[in-house]
């Protein structure tokens, strides 16, 4: 009769498991000893790192599989014990051990707790399942259920404890890309924040200023961050057999869709918010990579956090407080005055609309009925009147002499961040072209087509790269021509506000430039009159001053007949 043969089943939990003896290399040095003491030969050796509380585990699957295709080759399988086996408790662990009875397999523990079954009814040559027992069946069953309690009360203490810290603001866990973990005294306990990393913070802190500034789309915001030569983290994978490495992901280029996954982590603003805080958000104790108000804006209302008083956070879903209820065609391009011109009668914005006339035609007007009755003007007319008043107003002789300045240092406060993008540019450019240099080399050096043609392929997609980045820094990089060229043209816009409104299509820029010379959006009435109430830069025209005319003087509430006829509608 030939050796017997056995299988060796090893398992820990995790990849880091290895104290008191348990890890995969001391398990298998104490079973190999025990087949060795038995007379066994090891045929296969299965090594687990998976939950012992899972029924279903990789590695034992291969191992019943095992079985069915060396039928009657396998006596027994080793294990060091049984909370190596199971810590499902004795269902679980009977259940395994039923699934290698069904090949006539025994189960072995190195430290002899397992003894062999017999037959009860063995001396009247009979058997039956219930008459076959093992000797230690209490005994195992006892370890079995010691293995689930002992697993309960370690995760209860570790996890109960992780999530206890989260609570707190404390970081558990793999930090997300752009920080790092650090253990820091808190009291009289070490505890792990995270801290902003020097290495990859600037790439995601660059996507919220992006985002936040509103003027880029997520397509350009994307370019500019991979120009910058962003890739991925690479991330490694490991067996479960073995712990080696089995392949590495990661290192691709930034997409839309991850930059949007990104935006919406409030963790990048200092807030914790996980299924261990019920997914409320709380402050964390660790670095905010911006402020919640530049995360507020680069979600554009689809995540809005909210500060509430005690440091107490809420988080508000497709919020978008500029949005007023029964507003309708707020921002119609085609009256474009409506929103900072008010009615003098109840001191309101105008509404504008074209209704048909009996000809069919329609007659583009500004209107207002709020609690009083009809008060119309013709679009055409209401237009004039504010450009001929914008035709009478100069910026202030003061303001004049030091508007270079101003535009100046917002240059370079602009220049300042253009110039931190257009370094990361040229330093992935630089390693860019090493890495081409790199490739020609190995080219030269190789008669393989095979290799030459992968070779060449990378030479091309390396060369694309280059020349992008090139490009990209070309059209970021500020001239001081081009600022002195900026600087004459904005003070031509400044000095003719009537191609400044004009040149701004977007209603929304036309009400922020009127803010900007309105100290109080004036009313129909003061624009006809030319007395509006105007910003400390802005004056009246120095000729315009000494100009009387009708003009000059208060217009009441009711309009002058003269006004009535030349511009508004009679009122009903």
Same mark, same amino acid.
């Given at each position: %009769?030939?050796?017997?043969?056995? /299988?060796?089943?090893?398992?820990?939990?995790?990849?880091?498991?290895?104290?008191?003896?348990?890890?995969?290399?001391?398990?298998?040095?104490?079973?190999?000893?025990?087949?060795?003491?038995?007379? /066994?030969?090891?045929?296969?050796?299965?090594?687990?790192?998976?939950?012992?509380?899972?029924?279903?585990?990789?590695?034992?699957?291969?191992?019943?599989?095992?079985?069915?295709?060396?039928?009657?080759?396998?006596?027994?399988?080793?294990?060091?014990?049984?909370?190596?086996?199971?810590?499902?408790?004795?269902?679980?662990?009977?259940?395994?051990?039923?699934?290698?009875?069904?090949?006539?397999?025994?189960?072995?523990?190195?430290?002899?707790?397992?003894?062999?079954? $017999?037959?009860?009814?063995?001396?009247?040559?009979?058997?039956?399942?219930?008459?076959?027992?093992?000797?230690?069946?209490?005994?195992?069953?006892?370890? =079995?259920?010691?293995?689930?309690?002992?697993?309960?009360?370690?995760?209860?203490?570790?996890?109960?404890?992780?999530?206890?810290?989260?609570?707190?603001?404390?970081?558990?866990?793999?930090?997300?890309?752009?920080?790092?973990? #650090?253990?820091?005294?808190?009291?009289?306990?070490?505890?792990?924040?995270?801290?902003?990393?020097?290495?990859?913070?600037?790439?995601?802190?660059? %996507?919220? +200023? %992006?985002?936040?500034?509103?003027? *880029?789309?997520?397509?350009?915001?994307?370019?500019?961050?991979?120009?910058?030569?962003?890739?991925?983290?690479?991330?490694?994978?490991?067996?479960?057999?073995?712990?080696?490495?089995?392949?590495?992901?990661?290192?691709?280029?930034?997409?839309?869709?991850?930059?949007?996954?990104?935006? =919406?982590?409030?963790?990048? !603003?200092?807030?914790? *918010?996980?299924?261990?805080?019920?997914?409320?958000?709380?402050?964390?104790?660790?670095?905010?990579?911006?402020?919640?108000?530049?995360?507020?804006?680069?979600?554009?209302?689809?995540?809005?956090?909210?500060?509430?008083?005690?440091?107490?956070?809420?988080?508000?879903?497709?919020?978008?407080?500029?949005?007023?209820?029964?507003?309708?065609?707020?921002?119609?391009?085609?009256?474009?005055?409506?929103? @900072?011109?008010?009615?003098?009668?109840?001191? #309101?914005?105008?509404?504008?609309?074209?209704?048909?006339?009996?000809?069919?035609?329609?007659?583009?007007?500004?209107?207002?009925?709020?609690?009083?009755?009809?008060?119309?003007?013709?679009?055409?007319?209401?237009?004039?009147?504010?450009?001929?008043?914008?035709?009478?107003?100069? %910026?202030?002789?003061?303001?004049?002499?030091? @508007?270079?300045?101003?535009?100046?240092?917002?240059?370079?406060?602009?220049?300042?961040?253009?110039?931190?993008?257009? !370094?990361?540019?040229?330093?992935? /450019?630089?390693?860019?072209?090493?890495?081409?240099?790199?490739?020609?080399?190995?080219?030269?050096?190789?008669?393989?087509? /095979?290799?030459? $043609?992968?070779?060449?392929?990378?030479?091309?997609?390396? +060369?694309?790269?280059?020349?992008?980045?090139?490009?990209?820094?070309?059209?970021?990089?500020?001239?001081? #021509?081009?600022?002195?060229?900026?600087?004459?043209?904005?003070?031509?816009?400044?000095?003719?506000?009537?191609?400044? *409104?004009?040149?701004?299509?977007?209603?929304?820029?036309?009400?922020?430039?009127?803010?900007?010379?309105?100290?109080?959006?004036?009313?129909?009435?003061?624009?006809?009159?030319?007395?509006?109430?105007?910003?400390?830069? *802005?004056?009246?025209?120095?000729?315009?001053?000494?100009?009387?005319?009708?003009?000059?003087?208060?217009?009441?509430?009711?309009?002058?007949?003269?006004?009535?006829?030349?511009?508004?509608?009679?009122?009903?």
């Amino acid at each position: %009769m030939g050796t017997k043969k056995c /299988l060796l089943y090893l398992r820990v939990s995790t990849t880091g498991q290895g104290r008191d003896g348990d890890s995969l290399e001391d398990q298998e040095n104490i079973c190999r000893r025990k087949a060795e003491s038995s007379n /066994l030969e090891v045929a296969k050796v299965f090594k687990e790192q998976y939950s012992g509380r899972k029924q279903n585990r990789p590695q034992f699957n291969n191992l019943i599989n095992y079985l069915k295709k060396h039928p009657k080759e396998i006596d027994c399988v080793i294990i060091k014990m049984i909370d190596r086996f199971s810590r499902g408790g004795s269902y679980g662990y009977e259940d395994l051990k039923k699934q290698l009875a069904k090949f006539d397999v025994k189960l072995v523990d190195a430290y002899g707790v397992i003894q062999e079954s $017999i037959n009860t009814l063995e001396h009247l040559g009979v058997k039956y399942d219930w008459s076959t027992i093992s000797q230690s069946s209490v005994a195992e069953h006892v370890m =079995a259920e010691n293995a689930k309690f002992e697993a309960t009360n370690i995760l209860t203490r570790t996890i109960g404890q992780q999530i206890t810290l989260v609570r707190d603001g404390y970081h558990v866990g793999k930090c997300d890309d752009g920080f790092m973990s #650090k253990k820091t005294i808190f009291g009289s306990k070490k505890k792990t924040i995270r801290v902003i990393d020097p290495e990859r913070a600037p790439y995601y802190k660059k %996507m919220f +200023e %992006m985002r936040a500034a509103n003027t *880029f789309t997520d397509q350009e915001i994307v370019d500019t961050i991979n120009y910058m030569g962003f890739k991925t983290k690479i991330r490694n994978r490991w067996s479960k057999e073995d712990s080696t490495i089995i392949n590495s992901v990661g290192n691709k280029p930034l997409t839309v869709k991850r930059l949007q996954e990104v935006i =919406a982590r409030p963790v990048y !603003c200092g807030v914790n *918010f996980h299924k261990w805080t019920d997914y409320k958000p709380i402050k964390s104790h660790s670095d905010a990579l911006v402020d919640i108000d530049t995360f507020n804006k680069a979600n554009r209302g689809k995540i809005f956090i909210v500060k509430k008083e005690n440091d107490e956070y809420g988080i508000l879903y497709n919020y978008y407080p500029e949005k007023q209820a029964h507003r309708r065609n707020k921002n119609n391009a085609d009256f474009p005055l409506k929103n @900072f011109i008010l009615c003098p009668l109840c001191n #309101k914005p105008f509404k504008g609309s074209s209704p048909r006339g009996k000809s069919g035609k329609r007659f583009p007007i500004y209107h207002c009925d709020r609690g009083h009755k009809y008060y119309g003007i013709k679009k055409q007319s209401f237009e004039d009147n504010f450009n001929q008043l914008l035709n009478n107003i100069e %910026m202030r002789a003061k303001f004049s002499k030091h @508007f270079d300045l101003f535009i100046i240092d917002a240059w370079r406060t602009k220049k300042e961040d253009l110039d931190q993008t257009s !370094c990361a540019i040229s330093r992935n /450019l630089t390693d860019l072209k090493n890495q081409q240099s790199l490739v020609i080399d190995q080219l030269t050096r190789t008669n393989n087509d /095979l290799i030459r $043609i992968k070779l060449e392929e990378k030479i091309e997609n390396l +060369e694309k790269e280059i020349l992008e980045a090139n490009s990209q820094i070309e059209q970021i990089d500020l001239k001081e #021509k081009e600022i002195k060229e900026f600087i004459e043209y904005s003070r031509m816009l400044v000095e003719h506000l009537n191609d400044l *409104f004009n040149f701004t299509e977007n209603p929304k820029q036309k009400q922020a430039l009127a803010s900007l010379v309105f100290d109080n959006f004036p009313n129909y009435d003061q624009i006809v009159s030319g007395t509006p109430d105007l910003t400390l830069i *802005f004056d009246k025209k120095q000729s315009e001053k000494e100009t009387k005319s009708y003009l000059a003087r208060d217009v009441g509430i009711e309009p002058t007949p003269s006004l009535l006829e030349r511009d508004i509608l009679p009122l009903y």
